[in-house]
Structure formats: C-alpha cells, structure tokens
C-alpha cells in the first residue's frame, strides 16, 4: 500500500484507562439544525474515537425562545441551557464554544469567545464579509485559541482520500475544478421570508450558504485562487415575512454561476443554487488532471469514482467508483466493517474529534481542518465573486 503525504493522522493518546480519560467542557450558541447535529457529533465522538483525548462534557446550550432552548438542553443531553450567550462564553467550566448561530453572530460572538480564552468551532460561512472575517482570523490568533471553521465536507473520508491522491501526484498536473452545489427547498414563491434571505443577516445567498462550500473544496483540493468572473441573480424579488406580515425584499442572490482561475494554471466552475428542483443536497466536485481525474457527490458520499490514464487495460478502462469504507481509509479504523458506510452527520463527528484532540494535547489542528485562516480566505473569494457580478469584470482574490 502506498503510504499517504498527508491524511488522518491517528490520534495520540496515551489514555491507559478508562479512569485517566478527562473531561472537556462544551458549551453551544444555538439549538435549532446545526444545534442537533453538533450536539449528536459531541456525543458519538468519544463513542467512535475510543479512547478519546478527552470526552465532551454538555454543559450549556443556549438559544431562544427559552422554551424550545430548555428541550434542546434535554433532548441533546446538556445539563443547563440559557438564552444569554454571554453566560456561555464566560462560564469557567466551558473550553469549547460551538458557534451554530445564524451568520450575522459569528464574528461578535467568536471574537468575545476568543477575548475569553475559549477554543472555538464556528459555522460556515464564517462571516457576513471578509472584513469581518479577518477581524475573526486576527482575534483567534491574538488570544491564541484553537478554531475552526466547520467546512464539513473536508471531513468525508473520500475527500481526504482525494486530497491524498492529489497530494501524491496521482493527478499530475490539475486542469479542472468543477464544483455545484444544489437544492431545491426555496423555489415555491410562498416559501416565507427567513434570516438565510436577508443580507443583514447572511451576507449572501446560496452564494455564502452553498457556494462557499465548494469554494473551500476547490481551495483543499485544487489550490489557491487567483480571479473570479461571476453572475448571480435573485429569481424571487419578495418574500411574505410572517412576523412582520408584509412583503419583504430578498437582497441576497438566489443563484450564483462563477468561472474561477486558480494560482496553479488550472480553472474551475462553482454554481451554487436553492431553486433546482429534485436536487435534495447535490454537492458535486470533479477534478481532472493530466493522470486522470476523480468525481465525488454527497448524495453517495462514501464513493470516490477515479480514472487513472495509465493503469487500466485499454479494453476496460473507466472511471471505477472506490467506497471508502476500509480501515485503511482516512477515518476507518475507527468506524466500522468496511462497507458498513457513515453519513453527513459523521462529518461533524470528525470535527468535534479533531478539536478536542488539539485542546487536550496542545497541538496544532490537523491540516485537513478548516480554520479560521481558511474561513477569512473563502470570505476573499465570495467577495470578489460578488464584486464581480456586480461589476461585470474578472476580479482578482487577495487575501
Ligand atoms: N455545515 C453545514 O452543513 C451547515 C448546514 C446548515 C447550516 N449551517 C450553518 O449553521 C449556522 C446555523 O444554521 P441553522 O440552519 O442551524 O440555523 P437555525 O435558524 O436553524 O438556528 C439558529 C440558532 O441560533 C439561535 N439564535 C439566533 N439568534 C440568537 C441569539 N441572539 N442568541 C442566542 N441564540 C440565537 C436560534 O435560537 C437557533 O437555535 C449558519 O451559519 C449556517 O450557515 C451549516
């Protein structure tokens, strides 16, 4: 077997008994969707990752109104629950708050989280621009505290194991990035008005919510990016708000289609859409290199398809779809039987691991993670991406 450059590195731990196992504190702003599927990946992980560094302790979850917060507490297993962030991010017992807020809380509430010493998972997208992004990268990196931007897609073992194959030169040189990522749950013009279509709130529209996940893969995989060309467009101009009971407008884009230019020589396609319907959450990356070329989609995300130029008899050669389910996969080991596959919820079980990982043992974050560093750097490019489709040129990504 060919021994991989970078990939999952197993985890240190010297734990000998269940005795010596400590515990670490977790607290979490916000309770709703990502509020479930954090809380469930804090409680598998140690479960899975056995032994764990440390094994999460629930301690506070906050959210409003205080009556669904209070059976979130219970249902997910935290001990207390609050509608106060504050408490969470000044509570001595916590070491790691979870950031699963609606976009325009992510840079106030890491930033006070970081003054507070604590280690911090932030959602994507980072932050409602890349100014505010920065100010996030630059306050993680003053109070020196582990963070990480929950990109979850780095966490799927057929995406390490991309990576790994690009890393190992598999590909030879890249040529494509080709990257969509779609759904369908907006595309009734009755689908009310919510926080994820107003830009005071999101920044973007499925630009930040979807596209800025494949633009982070398209920076794992295939490089840094070096100019963008854009066009978005907002199909539905207005939205029945039900609180306020009167039309809104929608100021973010409902769709966005950009051409992408990366450092190395190669160029790539991100689209990103809420309004295609059938697609449930399509997210499909393509890279082709002058090797060969790989394909992956969420929808059967334990796959890898390959094609290597070379290696095959000519009679039969063709992409071939890898499952990557074996222990010597990136992840496996500690999963189950090969063939025996994970799902999206288990991304954030990889995540909660490898933070828990860096806090206990005082090391770096692993380099398949996304940082803060890699958060503020998708936020450049979704910028310049808007920027572009508002001016109608290439616009060059300086980070
Ligand atoms: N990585 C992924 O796959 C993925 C998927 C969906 C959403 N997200 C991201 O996760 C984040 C949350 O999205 P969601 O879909 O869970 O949103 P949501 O609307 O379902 O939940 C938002 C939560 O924030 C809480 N909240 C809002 N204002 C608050 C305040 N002032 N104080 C305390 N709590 C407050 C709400 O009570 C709620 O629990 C977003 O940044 C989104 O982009 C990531």
Redesign the pocket.
Known sequence: MVERKVGFIKMASEKKTIGDIPEIGVGM???????K?HSNAWKKMPYIFWPPAAIPKLISI???PEE??AEAAKRYGFLEYT?E?KKIINDERIKIVDN????F??AKLSIEAAKAGKNIIC???MALNAKEAKEMWDAVKKYGVKNIC???YRMVPAIVLAKNLIMDGKLGKLFHFRARYLQEWIVDPDFPMI?KLRKADCGSGAL??LGS?IIDLGRFLCGEVKSVMAVTTTFIKERYNEATKKKEKVDVDDAVASVVEFRNGAIGTIEASRFCPGRKNYNYVEINGEKGSIWWDLENMNNLWVFWKEEEPIDTRGFHCVNVTESYHPYYENWWPHGHIIGWEDTFVHTAYHMVNAVINDVELEPMVATFEDGYKAAVICDAILKSSKSGRKEKVVY
């Open positions: 702003i916000g309770h709703a969707f990502m509020g599927a906050c959210g409003i669904s917060v509608t962030w699963v807020t609606p976009n809380l992510h959602e994507k997208p929950d990109y979850n926080w930040g919510d996940h």
